[in-house]
């Protein structure tokens, strides 16, 4: 049968025959996961020259360790000790020489270590032991010399970067050991502002680190920026003398 013909305008003209949508057939474009934007590194402005980047701590104990894993524990007091790692170094010589791991446990020793922060808990690696005191650490004190970025002035926190002073080893770039580290720290001392800074913290019973002192290494000066400026006024051409 065929098809009446459309009815017309009230003016006499026929109806114009609407165009039927046809389903698309093109897809959405897929993003491919190689064009996103990789995150960005922590940045640490070039530091100066007779700035050493540092965090290290000198403690006397005795290690308490299962030699299971990394984990272990340093009694520091008869009513203190810290959670501490123990460095694939330091694990294989004492599983080695069982007879030292025996002497470590029973007598204290100076354990020279690094402090990191794992899940907001700090945490002491273990780098090595000695018998007697180091002449440039003060025992239970730790030196940290990094670049303060930020603080609150309400809890007296202090976060401290921390970078690197030598160049990774090929194919380590990426390795956590080699990555800016950040600490957080307790008591802000009066003057704080941003630039490299030398503190000596002890540990609190609470396992947090409190500033004892407090020195500015060199101050940071930013480059001034030139957004946000205005373009000059032009200059205003004379009128002509009559």
């Not at 006499?12 to 165009?19: E, K, V």
């Not at 940045?43 to 050493?52: A, G, N, Q, S």
């Not at 808990?121 to 030196?143: A, E, N």
């Not at 809890?155 to 080699?178: C, L, M, T």
Request: aromatic share 8%; net charge positive.
């Amino acid at each position: 049968m065929a098809t009446p013909p459309p009815s017309p305008l009230p003016s006499g003209r026929p109806r114009p025959t609407r165009p039927i949508p046809r389903p698309s057939t093109s897809a959405p474009p897929v993003r491919s996961r190689s064009s996103r934007k990789p995150p960005r590194p922590t940045e640490l402005p070039p530091k100066p020259d007779h700035v050493t980047y540092r965090a290290v701590a000198c403690f006397g104990g005795t290690l308490t360790w299962d030699q299971q894993g990394e984990a272990a524990q340093l009694q520091i007091t008869d009513n203190q000790s810290l959670d501490v790692a123990l460095s694939g170094l330091v694990q294989a010589t004492l599983q080695r020489h069982p007879q030292q791991l025996t002497q470590l446990m029973q007598q204290p020793h100076y354990w020279v270590s690094w402090p990191l922060q794992r899940h907001k808990q700090l945490q002491f690696w273990l780098r090595g032991w000695q018998t007697h005191p180091p002449t440039d650490l003060q025992i239970g004190r730790v030196r940290i010399c990094g670049f303060v970025k930020s603080w609150k002035d309400q809890s007296g926190a202090v976060q401290v970067w921390i970078g690197r002073n030598e160049v990774p080893p090929p194919g380590q770039d990426n390795q956590p050991a080699w990555k800016v580290k950040r600490l957080q720290l307790r008591g802000a001392p009066e003057q704080l502002r941003p630039g490299w800074w030398q503190f000596d913290c002890e540990v609190t019973r609470f396992g947090q680190l409190r500033i004892v002192e407090a020195a500015l290494l060199a101050p940071f000066r930013p480059k001034p920026s030139r957004r946000g400026r205005s373009p000059a006024p032009a200059p205003r051409s004379k009128r002509p003398s009559a």
